[in-house]
């Protein structure tokens, strides 16, 4: 959470996702201050979610635009189950500002989960969680 979780983050990658990758561009679509854009962008730069690309448009100075690198892509179900999330709780009676597709055939996206061996897991009440190899038992202060 120290890298996404912080207001503007998502909102960032959102735009990133869906083809926005110049600054102007984002900071138009989105309305993020200047500076909290710059410095969102920054951060993700340097926690490598994105990568910094040299562009030029004729006779104007070099700019940079904003890719994904594996480790942004890796967040597309992430934003898929926010999205989702989204469409089903606060969406227009029109429906959802946006939807994700599969490019081959035009189908909607959603996510499923399974467990390792291949169960679906349908039910939520089904998931529990357990400490995991690298969990630290938490001492408690004084």
């Not at 990568?51 to 448009?57: A, D, G, I, K, T």
């Not at 679906?120 to 529990?128: L, N, S, W």
């Amino acid at each position: 959470m120290a890298i996404l979780g912080e207001k503007w983050t998502m909102v960032v990658l959102r735009e990133v996702f869906t083809g926005i990758r110049r600054f102007d561009d984002m900071r138009v679509r989105t309305r993020v201050p200047r500076q909290v854009l710059a410095n969102r962008l920054a951060a993700l730069v340097e926690h490598g979610v994105l990568r910094r690309e040299p562009y030029q448009e004729p006779g104007a100075r070099v700019r940079h635009e904003y890719r994904l690198t594996r480790k942004g892509f890796d967040l597309y179900p992430v934003l898929i189950a926010l999205a989702g999330w989204g469409d089903r709780y606060l969406a227009d009676p029109e429906g959802p500002p946006i939807e994700f597709v599969h490019r081959d055939c035009a189908a909607e996206l959603h996510l499923e989960i399974h467990c390792a061996a291949g169960h679906p897991v349908t039910e939520h009440r089904d998931v529990q969680s357990r400490p995991g190899p690298g969990g630290r038992r938490r001492h408690p202060g004084p």
